[in-house]
């Protein structure tokens, strides 16, 4: 069974930074595509930053614009979102996930999903 599980979250005030964390479990994450998905309230889920196992290329969502970067470490089976100089509109709940073969950063494609965890930034 596969499971993915983030920590991490949490509250912070702008400019503040946070990591992120992801687990997977039931699968070896070494060749999989792996991504950071955000849902706010009241919008769409929308990619952060994703890592297409196709190409090995890394897409950023616009809005990142040098502050976030995603990583791996395949010895623990973890992926991460490093976040920096955070604005109040990064707020949401975070998820991670991860596929098989995925070509981009669009939600479309990613069937393994963690069940999200709340980044609040305050004002």
């Known amino acids: 069974q596969v499971q993915l599980v983030e920590s991490g979250g949490g509250l912070v005030q702008s400019g503040g930074s946070l990591r992120l964390s992801c687990e997977a479990s039931g699968l070896t994450l070494e060749h999989y595509a792996i991504g950071w998905f955000r849902q706010a309230p009241g919008k769409e889920r929308e990619g952060v930053v994703c890592?297409?196992?196709?190409?090995?290329?890394?897409y950023y969502g616009t809005f990142v614009k040098g502050r976030f970067t995603i990583s791996r470490d395949n010895a623990k089976n973890a992926f991460y979102l490093q976040m920096n100089s955070l604005k109040p509109e990064d707020t949401a709940v975070y998820y991670c996930?991860?596929?098989?073969?995925?070509?981009?950063?669009?939600?479309?494609?990613?069937?393994?999903w963690g069940q999200g965890t709340q980044v609040t930034v305050s004002s």
């Open positions: 890592i297409s196992s196709a190409s090995g290329n890394t």
């Open positions: 996930a991860t596929e098989p073969l995925a070509f981009t950063c669009s939600e479309r494609e990613y069937d393994y």
